[in-house]
C-alpha cells in the first residue's frame, strides 16, 4: 500500500522531515501545511490554518491522507492528536495527555517523581504563593536556582538567576511576563552542574527505539552566551553521549517514562526528545519535548537508514518491536544561519545568494519564502547548512566551507559550532 501522508509545519525540522519522508517507497502523495520554499520540490505545500483542527480534517478526508505528522508541539499539546483519532484518522504525536510532558513542567516533573526517574529535586508554587516562592528561595540560599514557567512558553520561561537579588528580581518579570496569567504555575528547581545533550527516541505507545543523540547549542552567541534561541546548530552524535551513558538513558530514564505513560493511561506515540544533563551522578533530565528537535532533526533524520515513513506508520499500529531501525555511523553537524538581530527584531525580505553553489551539503529551509525565482528570508532561523563526514572535525570543516557560500543581507550564524563535541573527542 501507499501512504498519503499530510505533514504539519514549517521549519527546519519540518524540511528534514519531508525530506525522510519523501524517500519512502510507500509514499503515495506527500502534502505540507505550510511547508517552505525547501519543502516544495518534495510534496506539495498547502496552506492551512495549524489553529483549525475542522479546516485540517476537512483537508484530509478530500485529499485521501492516511496518516497525519505533527512536527511542532503547538498542535499537540492543543489536543489535535485527540481530534484526530476522535474522527477515526491516523496521527503520528502524542495525545494531549501525553504531550503534557512538555505542555506543563509541573506535569512532567510529578510523572518523573512517581516513576523514579531521575531529574533536579523541585518545589512547585501557583499565582497566590509568589511570597512562599520567595521565602522558599530564601530558605535554600542555593545559588544558581531554575525558576520555570509551568506552560508552553516558547523558550522564554526559564530564568536561572544567580544571587539572591537576582532570583527575587526573576520572581517579579515572571509574574508580570510568563507567570502573568492567574492559572499559571511556577516551579523552582535545583540547579544541576554539567554537561547538557538530547536523546530522541520513537515510540508507539507500549516500546521505543533510540533514533539518534545530539548537542544542540541554544544560546545565540559564541561560547554559549547571549539569549537564548530556538538553536543555533547542532552535531549528532554527540561524543558525550558513550554506548555505556546511552544505556542508562534508555533504563533509567526512557523505558520508565514510556511505561509509565502507558500504566497511567497515556501512552505515548510519536517522537520523544529527552532534553538531558550529563551530571557527576549520571544522565538527569531537564526537560522532555514531545516532538523532534529543532536543529537536532535536521543532523538525525539524515541517518535513518530504514524507511521513516514506514516506521512512523509501524508506531501508529503499535508494530514497532517488529520494525527495524537502523542508523548509519557517519558524523553530522548543522550550522543555522540566522536574521541579524535575532532572537530579537530582526528584518525579513532579504534575497538570499549562493544556495545554487552547494553541492556537498543539505540545506533545509525555515524562515524563507519565495518571490518568483528568487529566495528571501522570512524568519529569524533562515536556513539549515548540513553537512556528514567520518568525522565531526571533517563535518564541520565542510559546513562552514559551503556556509561560506551562501549570504544575505545582515546574516549572522555562530562559527563554534560542535567546539564541545571535539573537546570531547581529543
Ligand atoms: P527547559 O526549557 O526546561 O529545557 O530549560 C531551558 C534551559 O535552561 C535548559 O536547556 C538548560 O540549559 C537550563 N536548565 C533548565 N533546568 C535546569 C536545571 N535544573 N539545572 C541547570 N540548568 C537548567
Ligand atoms: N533545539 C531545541 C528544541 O527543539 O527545543
Known sequence: MHYNV????????????????????KLGELYIAPGNPGTESLGKNVVLDATNFDEIYDFIQEHSIHITVVG??????????????????????????????????????????????????????????????????????????????????????????ETEAEAMQALEELKEGSLSDAASRLV?????????????????????????????????????????????????????VTEELLERVKSEIIAPTVKGMKSEGNPYLGFLYVGLMITSDGPKVVEYNCRFGDPECQVIIPAMQSDLLEVMVACTE?????????????????????????????????????????????????????????????????????????????????AYQDVSKISFDNMYYRTDIGHKGLKHLE
Not at 499530510?6 to 517507497?25: D, T
Open 6 to 25: 499530510l505533514l504539519l509545519g514549517s521549519g527546519g525540522r519540518e524540511h528534514a522531515l519531508a525530506w525522510g519522508i519523501a524517500k519512502s517507497s
Open 72 to 161: 511542532p508541539e503547538q498542535p499537540l499539546v492543543d489536543g489535535f492528536a485527540d481530534f484526530l483519532e476522535e474522527k477515526c484518522q491516523v496521527v503520528f504525536g502524542p495525545k494531549q495527555q501525553a504531550a503534557m510532558l512538555e505542555g506543563s513542567k509541573e506535569f512532567a516533573k510529578d510523572f518523573m517523581k512517581r516513576h523514579d526517574i531521575p531529574t533536579a529535586a523541585y518545589e512547585v508554587f501557583d499565582q497566590s504563593e509568589f511570597d512562599k516562592a520567595a521565602e522558599y528561595i530564601k530558605e535554600k540560599g542555593a545559588y544558581p536556582v531554575v525558576l520555570k514557567a509551568d506552560g508552553l512558553a516558547g523558550g522564554k520561561g526559564v530564568l536561572i538567576p
Open 188 to 240: 523552582i528547581e535545583e540547579f544541576m552542574e554539567g554537561e547538557e545533550a538530547s536523546v530522541f527516541a520513537i515510540c508507539d505507545g507500549s516500546e521505543f527505539k533510540v533514533i539518534g543523540n545530539a548537542q544542540d547549542h541554544k544560546r545565540i552567541g559564541e561560547g554559549d552566551t547571549g539569549l537564548n534561541t530556538g538553536g543555533m546548530g547542532a552535531y549528532s552524535p554527540a561524543p558525550i
Open 318 to 398: 503499535g508494530r514497532l518491536s517488529d520494525t527495524e531501525v537502523i542508523l548509519d555511523d557517519l558524523y553530522r553537524c548543522t550550522v543555522v544561519l540566522v536574521s541579524g538581530g535575532y532572537p530579537q527584531s530582526y528584518a525579513k525580505g532579504k534575497v538570499i545568494s549562493g544556495l545554487d553553489n552547494i553541492k556537498d551539503a543539505m540545506v533545509f529551509h525555515a524562515g524563507t519564502k519565495r518571490d518568483g525565482n528568487q529566495i528571501l528570508t522570512n524568519g529569524g532561523r533562515v536556513l539549515n547548512v548540513v553537512t556528514e563526514a567520518k568525522s565531526l572535525a571533517e563535518a564541520l570543516e565542510l
